[in-house]
């Protein structure tokens, strides 16, 4: 599986940003993809996910309200919209594929996904 970030950039805070992850491969095998974002000298730390095949989703506390997943199994591309930015959601956005069986409560651990798209940056300012 191939993955493909985009839609990063500068926003102010409050403002609104979508992220697209478009996928290409095997994309039959997906079971969860999934969003991680990395900040300046912190580790990655997962954001959101959802089942391929399913409707269930899953959000990090502090995204929850805010930020939402979804996607679009024609064009094989999963969305973050991302809403009421803070300029601590500043963070380079990774999209993640698990195809090495179902798990839920989706992992939240980088070790569990196993493709990774190249990551696109977000930028908050104050």
């Known amino acids: 599986v191939q993955l493909q970030a985009s839609g990063g950039g500068l926003v102010q805070a409050g403002g609104s940003l979508r992220l697209s992850c478009a996928a290409s491969?095997?994309?039959?095998?997906?079971?969860?993809m999934a969003w991680f974002q990395q900040a300046p000298g912190k580790e990655r730390e997962f954001v959101a996910a959802l089942t391929w095949y399913g409707d269930r989703t899953d959000y990090t506390d502090s995204v929850k309200g805010r930020f939402t997943i979804s996607r679009d199994n024609a064009k094989n591309t999963v969305y973050l919209q991302m809403n009421r930015l803070k300029p601590e959601d500043t963070a380079v956005y990774f999209c993640?594929?698990?195809?090495?069986?179902?798990?839920?409560?989706?992992?939240?651990?980088?070790?569990?996904?196993?493709?990774w798209g190249q990551g696109t940056l977000v930028t908050v300012s104050s």
């Open positions: 993640a594929v698990r195809s090495s069986g179902y798990w839920w409560p989706p992992p939240r651990t980088t070790l569990n996904y196993d493709y």
């Open positions: 491969g095997r994309t039959f095998n997906i079971d969860v």
